[in-house]
Structures are given as C-alpha cells and as structure tokens.
C-alpha cells in the first residue's frame, strides 16, 4: 500500500516530519491564543514576553508555558478545578468557632 505522501514524490521520513511540524504548529497556535486570552487579564501580564518566546523560539516556550504558566493562569481565572462542597449531611456539622 502507498502512502498519501508518495503521491507527491516525497520519502517515506518526509512525512513523519511533515506530521511533526504540523502538530507542533498547531500546538504553538494553541498557545498563543491561550497566552493572549488569559494573560492578558492579569495586573502582572507578562503576555508580550510570552508571545515573542512561543513565535520566535518555538515549540519549547509553548511546552514550557502549557505546563508550567497555564495550569497557574486557568486556576485564578477559576477554570477546570470544580469546587469542593461538602459531602451530603455534613452541612449541620460546623466546627466550633
């Protein structure tokens, strides 16, 4: 069976890297939306050194965001960590003060 990339002459490690760039430039798109919408609501926005890093640098700023600034940036904004209740019947159940 030929592969889709054959088609146009291209080797077979061609089109593992053509995948990879593509994946990785639409990672980096991701990012550079997230990094617009969420840091730029913040007083301490560090939303311009981010955007240069992601578009000049690549996919390691935007990894290095995804992991380490976004999940912080998500959290303040109240996204993604459903808020704990307490469990049925413990509400009459209040410490002392």
Not at 18 to 24: F, K, R, Y
Not at 35 to 55: F, G, H, K
Not at 71 to 79: F, Q, V, Y
Request: charged share 15%; net charge positive.
């Amino acid at each position: 069976m030929t592969s889709f990339f054959a088609f146009f002459g291209l080797p077979g490690h061609l089109e593992l890297l053509m995948v990879v760039a593509l994946v990785s430039l639409i990672f980096q798109t991701w990012m550079i939306v997230d990094v617009a919408t969420y840091e730029s609501n913040r007083p301490d926005s560090q939303l311009l050194m981010w955007l240069l890093l992601i578009i000049f640098l690549g996919p390691i700023p935007a990894l290095i965001y995804c992991f380490v600034r976004r999940p912080h940036n998500r959290r303040l904004a109240g996204i993604g960590h459903a808020q704990q209740q307490p469990p049925a019947g413990d509400s009459d159940k209040r410490p002392p003060h």
